[in-house]
């Protein structure tokens, strides 16, 4: 009776050890695939070199961004028909074409803006807007050609402009 009561305990051990290793492996798995790739944790560390005013012409959550080799989710992801570019670092001047006449960026007078801060924007399609942050001019990045404004991007922003 005591052999076979210890040969049970055993057994029950060894299933609940597999049953916390799945559920520890199935953790791990989530953010090491998933959560890695969101923001805030995967989010650029630089300046802003890059502010602009424009028109918001969509608005989606969790854009998945991507770039060669891997990719970004952005919590807001936002297109804007740009109407004014206000400022370009010089670093960032040797990189794009710029027209402040025409309003264009490399010949394009739209951009993506990734915003990764954990607020929701309180925006509306046709809405007006400033922004200011981080422009990545390569081919390479889930950040490519979008404007990336997040708390790790020193004197990044959003805000809408009431005509």
């Given at each position: 009776?005591?052999?076979?009561?210890?040969?049970?305990?055993?057994?029950?051990?060894?299933?609940?050890?597999?049953?916390?290793?799945?559920?520890?492996?199935?953790?791990?798995a989530y953010q090491v695939l998933?959560?890695?790739?969101?923001?805030?944790?995967?989010?650029?560390?630089?300046?802003?070199?890059?502010?602009?005013?424009?028109v918001v012409t969509s608005i989606?959550?969790?854009?998945?961004?991507?770039?060669?080799?891997?990719?970004?989710?952005?919590?807001?992801?936002?297109?804007?028909?740009?109407?004014?570019?206000?400022?370009?670092?010089?670093?960032?001047?040797?990189?794009?074409?710029?027209?402040?006449?025409?309003?264009?960026?490399?010949?394009?007078?739209?951009?993506?803006?990734?915003?990764?801060?954990?607020?929701?924007?309180?925006?509306?399609?046709?809405?007006?807007?400033?922004?200011?942050?981080?422009?990545?001019?390569?081919?390479?990045?889930?950040?490519?050609?979008?404007?990336?404004?997040?708390?790790?991007?020193?004197?990044?922003?959003?805000?809408?402009?009431?005509?």
């Amino acid at each position: 009776m005591v052999k076979w009561r210890s040969a049970k305990r055993k057994w029950l051990l060894a299933i609940v050890a597999v049953a916390l290793s799945v559920v520890a492996l199935t953790l791990i798995a989530y953010q090491v695939l998933i959560l890695s790739h969101m923001y805030p944790q995967a989010t650029l560390h630089a300046d802003s070199n890059l502010s602009l005013k424009g028109v918001v012409t969509s608005i989606e959550e969790n854009h998945k961004s991507q770039g060669f080799s891997d990719y970004h989710i952005f919590r807001w992801y936002i297109r804007v028909n740009i109407t004014q570019i206000v400022w370009v670092k010089d670093s960032l001047a040797d990189w794009v074409t710029v027209s402040y006449e025409n309003s264009t960026l490399n010949g394009w007078n739209s951009i993506g803006v990734g915003y990764d801060y954990p607020d929701k924007p309180e925006l509306a399609i046709g809405q007006t807007v400033e922004c200011k942050g981080y422009y990545v001019p390569v081919t390479d990045s889930p950040y490519s050609f979008k404007l990336t404004i997040a708390p790790t991007i020193n004197g990044s922003y959003l805000k809408t402009i009431v005509s």
